[in-house]
């Protein structure tokens, strides 16, 4: 497999629920991020990590807890969920230090009842 | 002010015209921009990189910079149904971090 790989593609959960979004890249790449995409809004960066190691945290709730085990690996753990968390949460990965931009998945669509 | 800003549209156009997606972008500072392109049920995948200097040219795409008015824009000649997508312009943030703005979502009718 090549690029970067989103598991499951839609998730339905209801607000007790908890669930973990799962993405790999095999890119190489150095940098993974969570992004969540709304509609009419413009992509809302979540987490960042690199080198495995968490850089940003965007005033997250904390209903939102991710996990990066290796620098291929990266997991959103999700707890106790409002519908108004329901998006397409999208993960990306880069090299630091070039500006190439991002490769995307192609995100889980997670809509919570 | 948002960072970078764009029309959501919808825009619609037929086969064979010339689309152009336009961004405005509040940091003087912004050395270069991106666009990228979202197919329905996909993530969104990088389409092109431009240094905020000139245009860029690759096929039937253009971006153009306009740095007096920090305007920025994508120019698509021949459209075709398969443009049909939504495309997103971004601006740099710190590190490798970037401000994208809304989207603009197009149809290309056959």
């Known amino acids: 497999e090549t690029g970067v790989t989103q598991t499951p593609r839609h998730l339905v959960m209801g607000m007790t629920n908890k669930k973990s979004l799962k993405c790999e890249q095999h890119?190489?790449?150095?940098?993974m991020y969570w992004y969540k995409q709304s509609a009419k809004k413009p992509l809302e960066l979540m987490f960042v990590?690199?080198?495995?190691?968490?850089?940003e945290n965007n005033s997250v709730p904390s209903r939102f807890s991710p996990e990066c085990p290796n620098s291929s690996h990266l997991f959103l753990h999700l707890h106790t969920l409002q519908p108004e968390d329901s998006a397409l949460y999208l993960c990306?990965?880069?090299?630091?230090?070039?500006?190439?931009?991002?490769?995307f998945g192609s995100g889980t669509r997670l809509t919570v009842v | 002010q948002k960072e970078v800003e764009q029309d959501p549209g919808p825009l619609s156009v037929p086969e064979g015209a010339i689309v152009s997606l336009n961004c405005t972008y509040s940091?003087?500072?912004?050395?270069?921009f991106m666009w990228y392109r979202q197919y329905s049920r996909k993530g969104p995948e990088l389409l092109m990189y431009?240094?905020?200097?000139g245009n860029k040219e690759d096929g039937r795409f253009t971006a153009q910079v306009d740095k007096s008015s920090k305007y920025i824009s994508l120019f698509i000649r021949d459209s075709q149904p398969s443009d049909s997508a939504t495309y997103l312009c971004?601006?740099?943030?710190?590190?490798?971090?970037?401000?994208f703005g809304t989207g603009t979502s197009l149809t290309v009718i056959p």
């Open positions: 990306a990965s880069s090299q630091e230090g070039r500006n190439y931009g991002y490769t």
């Open positions: 890119l190489g790449h150095n940098a």
């Open positions: 990590y690199n080198f495995k190691e968490q850089t």
């Open positions: 940091n003087s500072a912004f050395q270069y």
């Open positions: 431009t240094y905020s200097s």
């Open positions: 971004a601006g740099p943030n710190t590190g490798n971090q970037f401000y």
